[in-house]
């Protein structure tokens, strides 16, 4: 198995603050994955996400894609990164020029990466990256931006991105800003990607329960720090790290039968007042012991399929590398099935 991109012991600092704290995560190259990225805000998600993408420039460490450093690529080598690794992000509105009809944003890449001889071969093209997210090209070319809705302006992007044949979307909470009735299609559309194109996506979240019913695996970030990785259904079904705990305690999910919740969790106003030179977590772990203020956590493996940074399982063994994905647990074809019934009709159920 090769590693299609790798963050390399990836720091990541705003002055003194450290956004991202020696990350190490990969995506392979023979088998298409869907892998969330989970976190509150100020958790560093955003920031693996651009530093992948080659937005960030890292303060330490490397991102290789294919074996080589993007910070040292040619030019050639620099645009075929460009073009295999797309970015959606979250507010779709940002993206479009006002003044330009939507036709722009798929027309540009086209020319860009010379994808078509013909004018005609460009329509198709674009046609066919439309209907792939549901769109019509009848409904949505030859329109400005501000005609469409939210949720067709997302799947503009998606289907700008499809337009490229892209190996890995990164996808920044490409369905915050959209309407809930459009959240599940546009999920759906990016499962079908991955099924029938063979995309990895990379799904960067807040939100658990989408994480839940679209990915296969999950990295939890806590300031910073990885906090538990695994299998989505480890770490959302049995969350072991009293920071996930605390996150699963507060959503509803009704596809699981534990609920989680009860745990004396302490409020981030009051775990203001101290610090931690160890875990991060510390200040707001009702189950923090010295070692905790005083040493950063080993990744410890609490299963085949998932790590904990967490002392509460110092007795398991700690990864062999520095890379989260070791705790995947292998193919993801032999994990799970609970992805087949569509995060749609899920979330439909749910109300
Ligand atoms: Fe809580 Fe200690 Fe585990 Fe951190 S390492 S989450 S403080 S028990």
Same mark, same amino acid.
């Given at each position: 198995?090769?590693?299609?991109?790798?963050?390399?012991?990836?720091?990541?600092e705003?002055?003194?603050?450290?956004?991202?704290?020696?990350?190490?995560?990969?995506?392979?190259?023979?088998?298409s994955?869907?892998?969330?990225?989970?976190?509150e805000?100020?958790?560093?998600?955003?920031?693996?996400?651009? *530093?992948?993408?080659?937005? @960030?420039? +890292?303060? /330490?460490g490397?991102? #290789?894609?294919?074996?080589?450093?993007? !910070?040292?690529?040619?030019?050639?080598?620099?645009?075929?990164?460009?073009?295999?690794?797309?970015?959606?992000?979250?507010?779709p509105?940002?993206?479009?020029?006002?003044?330009?009809r *939507?036709?722009?944003v798929? @027309?540009? +890449?086209? /020319?860009?990466?010379? #994808?078509?001889?013909?004018?005609?071969? !460009?329509?198709?093209?674009i046609?066919?990256?439309?209907?792939?997210?549901?769109?019509?090209?009848?409904?949505?070319?030859g329109?400005?931006?501000?005609?469409?809705?939210g949720?067709q302006?997302?799947?503009?992007?998606?289907?700008?991105?499809?337009?490229?044949?892209?190996?890995?979307?990164?996808?920044?909470?490409?369905?915050?800003?959209?309407?809930?009735?459009l959240?599940?299609?546009?999920?759906?559309?990016?499962?079908?990607?991955?099924?029938?194109?063979g995309i990895?996506?990379i799904y960067?979240?807040?939100?658990?329960?989408?994480?839940?019913?679209?990915c296969?695996?999950?990295?939890?970030?806590?300031?910073?720090?990885?906090?538990e990785?695994?299998?989505?259904?480890?770490?959302?079904?049995d969350?072991?790290?009293?920071?996930?705990?605390l996150?699963?305690?507060?959503?509803?999910?009704?596809n699981?039968?534990?609920?989680?919740?009860?745990?004396?969790?302490?409020?981030?106003?009051?775990?203001?007042?101290?610090?931690?030179?160890?875990?991060?977590?510390a200040?707001?772990?009702?189950?923090?012991?010295?070692v905790?203020?005083?040493t950063?956590?080993?990744?410890?493996?609490?299963?085949?399929?998932?790590?904990?940074?967490?002392?509460?399982?110092?007795d398991?063994?700690?990864?062999?590398?520095?890379?989260?994905?070791?705790?995947?647990?292998?193919?993801?074809?032999a994990k799970?099935?609970?992805r087949?019934?569509?995060?749609?009709?899920?979330?439909?159920s749910?109300?």
């Amino acid at each position: 198995m090769t590693k299609l991109i790798e963050l390399q012991d990836v720091t990541k600092e705003f002055g003194t603050f450290t956004a991202l704290n020696r990350a190490a995560f990969s995506i392979m190259e023979e088998t298409s994955s869907m892998t969330a990225i989970a976190g509150e805000s100020g958790s560093g998600k955003t920031t693996m996400a651009r *530093i992948m993408l080659g937005f @960030t420039e +890292p303060s /330490k460490g490397r991102v #290789l894609y294919r074996g080589k450093d993007i !910070a040292s690529m040619s030019t050639a080598e620099r645009r075929q990164f460009r073009r295999e690794v797309q970015p959606i992000f979250q507010d779709p509105f940002d993206v479009f020029n006002q003044f330009y009809r *939507i036709d722009h944003v798929l @027309t540009t +890449p086209v /020319k860009r990466f010379k #994808l078509a001889n013909t004018e005609a071969e !460009a329509r198709s093209l674009i046609e066919d990256a439309l209907s792939r997210v549901g769109l019509r090209s009848q409904d949505t070319l030859g329109r400005f931006p501000h005609e469409l809705s939210g949720g067709q302006r997302q799947r503009i992007m998606v289907a700008r991105a499809v337009l490229l044949r892209p190996r890995l979307i990164v996808a920044d909470e490409p369905v915050s800003m959209v309407d809930a009735s459009l959240r599940a299609t546009i999920l759906d559309e990016l499962q079908t990607l991955n099924r029938d194109l063979g995309i990895s996506i990379i799904y960067i979240t807040h939100d658990l329960t989408t994480a839940f019913q679209i990915c296969e695996n999950i990295v939890v970030l806590y300031q910073g720090n990885v906090a538990e990785a695994g299998s989505v259904e480890r770490v959302i079904g049995d969350p072991k790290h009293p920071y996930t705990q605390l996150l699963v305690s507060s959503i509803p999910l009704p596809n699981l039968e534990q609920n989680w919740g009860g745990e004396d969790f302490i409020t981030l106003e009051a775990a203001s007042e101290r610090e931690s030179r160890g875990c991060r977590f510390a200040p707001r772990c009702s189950q923090a012991m010295d070692v905790c203020w005083r040493t950063p956590p080993e990744k410890y493996l609490c299963d085949r399929d998932r790590l904990a940074s967490c002392f509460l399982y110092r007795d398991k063994p700690t990864l062999r590398t520095d890379d989260v994905t070791e705790a995947f647990g292998g193919p993801v074809a032999a994990k799970s099935d609970h992805r087949k019934t569509g995060a749609r009709s899920r979330i439909d159920s749910e109300g």
